[in-house]
């Protein structure tokens, strides 16, 4: 079954990670719940201690993935950032997201795993309180995500 069709989607496999460390920095830094009401790029570069400029740039990067509005040197979410990225959130995805982040050095060294023979990911020689806080932050993505698929799967089932 072929799926790349065209060179486009492959420029888009490309630079698929340049966007996730976008939306990584968004979600470490609560860009979304700076922006839960709209607020200037220049104040809200400021609150992040960011250059003006550099922050206009991250903000176009955002715009194109669809996660916010700049209009009028006002940033604001788009729906699906409200209602996925905002902590407070019923759908709030942002554990998920950053347990993806932590898995991503692993597929950056996906050579060395394979010449080692297995997975790379956590040292033999962990803490117990790391081990713990791995376990917490995984559970607390896992639940994010079942919160969302659990949803789409009632709303497959009619009549439940």
Same mark, same amino acid.
């Given at each position: 079954? *072929?799926?790349?069709?065209?060179?486009?989607?492959? *420029?888009?496999?490309?630079?698929?990670?340049?966007?996730? &460390?976008?939306?990584?920095?968004?979600?470490?830094?609560?860009?979304?719940?700076?922006?839960?009401?709209?607020?200037?790029? /220049?104040?809200?570069?400021?609150?992040?201690?960011?250059?003006?400029?550099?922050?206009?740039?991250?903000?176009?990067?955002? /715009? *194109?993935?669809?996660?916010?509005?700049?209009?009028?040197?006002?940033?604001?979410?788009?729906?699906?950032?409200?209602?996925?990225?905002?902590?407070?959130?019923?759908?709030?995805?942002?554990?998920?997201?950053?347990?993806?982040?932590?898995?991503?050095?692993?597929?950056?060294?996906?050579?060395?795993?394979?010449?080692?023979?297995?997975?790379?990911?956590?040292?033999?020689? &962990?803490?117990?309180?790391?081990? /713990?806080?791995?376990?917490?932050?995984?559970?607390?993505?896992?639940?994010?995500?079942?919160?969302?698929?659990?949803?789409?799967?009632?709303?497959?089932?009619?009549?439940?």
């Amino acid at each position: 079954m *072929e799926k790349i069709k065209s060179f486009q989607q492959l *420029e888009d496999i490309a630079t698929a990670g340049w966007q996730s &460390e976008v939306l990584y920095l968004s979600v470490e830094k609560r860009v979304f719940d700076l922006i839960k009401t709209p607020i200037p790029l /220049e104040e809200l570069a400021a609150a992040l201690g960011y250059d003006f400029p550099i922050l206009r740039r991250f903000f176009r990067a955002l /715009e *194109e993935s669809g996660l916010v509005i700049v209009d009028g040197g006002m940033a604001r979410n788009t729906e699906a950032a409200a209602k996925y990225l905002l902590r407070d959130a019923p759908d709030y995805q942002g554990h998920s997201i950053l347990w993806r982040k932590k898995l991503g050095a692993a597929w950056r060294d996906l050579d060395h795993a394979f010449l080692s023979g297995g997975r790379v990911v956590f040292p033999q020689d &962990e803490s117990e309180a790391a081990v /713990e806080a791995r376990f917490r932050a995984y559970s607390f993505a896992m639940d994010d995500i079942a919160r969302c698929k659990a949803d789409e799967i009632v709303a497959l089932c009619p009549g439940l």
